[in-house]
Nanobody, 114 residues
Framework: QVQFVESGGGLVQPGGSLRLSCAAS????????RSWYRQAPGKQRELVAT???????TYADSVKGRFTISRDNAKNTYYLQMNSLKPEDAAIYYC????????WGRGAQDAVSS
């Protein structure tokens, strides 16, 4: 069984920053690519960013230049640095693999409001 635990969410003003963390445990390959997703109220969950074991990254157009995904392979943990946050970034953020192969965790709530 694989478990993802997201942390680091919070309330920030527009233009602010947050850093999310995701700890993965269980039977998941340490070399698998990892992704961040988000789901805003009333909307479908969307893929935000992906990082491969080697560090290659891809981003949704809506967050390019503002978000940075990274990983610490030794800790089996990965991160999402979110800068220049906008109200439309408010969502619950989840981690999983690019194919969303495993059960979802509880997510990290990110609220952006002035």
């Amino acid at each position: 069984q694989v478990q993802f635990v997201e942390s680091g969410g919070g309330l920030v003003q527009p233009g602010g920053s947050l850093r999310l963390s995701c700890a993965a445990s269980g039977s998941i390959s340490s070399i698998s690519a990892r992704s961040w997703y988000r789901q805003a109220p009333g909307k479908q969950r969307e893929l935000v960013a992906t990082v491969t074991f080697g560090g290659t990254t891809t981003y949704a157009d809506s967050v390019k230049g503002r978000f940075t995904i990274s990983r610490d392979n030794a800790k089996n943990t990965y991160y999402l640095q979110m800068n220049s946050l906008k109200p439309e970034d408010a969502a619950i953020y989840y981690c999983n693999t690019p194919s969303a192969r495993f059960d979802w965790g509880r997510g990290a709530q990110d609220a952006v409001s002035s």
